[in-house]
């Protein structure tokens, strides 16, 4: 069964174009569901006669996008290697999520449900796209070299989501205290912008990169009835598939568990660092800033370690960085004390720590189900990965009614459970067996 074209040499540009993708669509996420829309949509968005609902609001527009995701992601990812057409699903993802992203711009204060309904749409369709470019891993780089590709695409990502956020310090500047009007208006023109850049950036992707896929033998010339059945005939075999991939499978377990750690800090960083912390106006995009910065150099700096100490080892560190950053921030006021710092400074200093471990988690779990994917099941296995990761999603949404219940500082302890838990089922879990049976 040929799946790969294998006459197609691997040019530096077309990693460069794979990266750009990363770069593209890392300005959704870091402007639209992290720092700005996120704490924008809780505070104006949802009206003030449903503000004791707003954290519930936000995470029923996350948890909504996730289950949209969960079932599509590996019905996609068959459609896509049986027709060996995966730049085509990609550019319909990418131009759904910046449509969708595009028409947040004329969402005003009070209107929830549309403002609800875009952000579903475009964070379904973003994360449909995050599974599908990932997938173009396997035929770019070999085993020798995934992790620190994968490291690369991940630290040019959040130099993406950087140059987004510095973009928003000059496109929002008025006080929400002293000009609300016109911060209302910045942060609606914020979108029209992250939709332009995210559309531009992906440009790249999709002139350089090859498509390297082929249609499975017998559906060179089948339509798209054909592969649809043919996907659900696959999917259906779910109890063959992971008899194909059982360490596969036990690591996107532990995945799901540590991840959902993960997505409760990605979703609500922006809203507790405003709302919890007093971090607002051009000190919180700093903080952004040095977010991303630090997130991409540990995205890079891991993975040329990686490749030496293996992804899973990689995982495992990343974890202890998060459980030591999370730790920082509960006991955020007890370091000011002892240091006497300035709360900003001292928050600035723990975000840099936990930010760093961002990149390493996502990049060195991303390679990990490289390494142990066959090409010819790349879209699907990347799809599921993507799967899994939603469910992570669903989990760690609990934090958002766990905060409005108790309250958000309380709720930080859950998100210690995540990443132990994860910890602890990952240890056992043979990847290096599972990429030695790959290649047998």
């Known amino acids: 069964m040929t799946v790969v074209n294998p006459l197609l040499p691997v040019k530096k540009r077309e990693i460069f174009g794979w990266a750009m993708y990363d770069f593209a669509n890392s300005s959704y996420t870091t402007v639209v569901v992290t720092f700005v829309y996120s704490a924008f949509f809780v505070s104006y968005i949802v009206p003030p006669e449903l503000a004791h609902f707003k954290n519930t609001f936000w995470s029923i ?13 590996p019905l996609v990812g068959v459609l896509c290697d049986y027709s060996g057409k995966k730049k085509k699903y990609l550019a319909w993802c990418t131009m759904t999520s910046v449509g969708a992203t595009l028409g947040l711009f004329l969402v005003n204060p009070g209107q929830v449900w549309i403002g609800l309904t875009l952000l579903v749409l475009s964070n379904t369709a973003w994360m449909l796209s995050e599974s599908f470019i990932a997938s173009f891993l396997t035929d770019l780089s070999d085993k020798s070299n995934m992790g620190k590709i ?31 009007s016109d911060f209302i208006d910045q942060n609606q023109l914020s979108m029209l ?17 090859k498509e390297r896929g082929v249609a499975r033998e017998g559906f060179e010339k089948a339509n798209f009835k054909t592969l649809l059945r043919a996907a659900f ?9 992971i008899g194909e991939y059982p360490i596969l499978f036990k690591f996107f377990l532990a995945f ?36 991303q910065v630090s997130a991409a150099l540990g995205a890079v700096c891991f993975g040329f370690i990686e490749d030496k100490i293996g992804s899973k080892n990689t995982v495992l560190v990343s974890i202890m960085w998060w459980i030591v950053g999370i730790l920082g921030i509960y006991f955020i006021k007890v370091l ?72 958000r500082q309380t709720a930080l302890l859950f998100i210690l459970v995540y990443f132990i838990v994860g910890a602890l089922m990952l240890l056992p879990i043979q990847i290096n067996k599972g990429i030695q049976e790959n290649v047998n």
């Not at 527009?61 to 992601?73: E, F, G, K, M």
């Not at 950087?162 to 000059?170: D, H, P, V, Y």
């Not at 004390?337 to 975000?351: N, W």
């Open 336 to 407: 000011v004390s002892l240091s006497h710092l300035d709360i900003k400074l001292m928050y600035t200093i723990v975000s840099f720590i936990a930010g760093s471990a961002l990149g390493a988690t996502q990049s060195a779990s991303r390679a990990i189900v490289g390494q142990l994917a066959k090409p010819q099941d790349s879209a699907l296995l990347f799809g599921l990965w993507g799967t899994f990761g939603r469910f992570a999603i669903i989990i760690g949404m609990t934090f958002g009614p766990i905060s409005d219940l108790l309250s």
């Open 233 to 241: 005939t696959r999917l259906s075999a779910m109890k063959q598939i």
């Open 61 to 73: 527009a996350v948890a909504l996008s996730t289950a949209l995701a969960i079932i599509l992601a």
């Open 193 to 209: 912008i992250i939709a332009l850049f995210y559309f531009l950036g992906a440009l790249p992707t999709f002139l350089l990169v």
């Open 150 to 180: 994968s490291g690369i695409g991940w630290g040019i990502g959040y130099i993406g989501g950087l140059l987004s956020l510095i973009l928003m310090k000059f496109i929002i500047t008025a006080d929400a205290g002293e000009n609300s």
């Open 256 to 291: 799901t568990a540590y991840s959902a750690g993960v997505a409760v800090v990605v979703k609500f960083f922006g809203i507790y660092t405003q709302q919890e912390v007093g971090i607002t106006g051009g000190d919180y995009v700093l903080i952004g800033i040095i977010l």
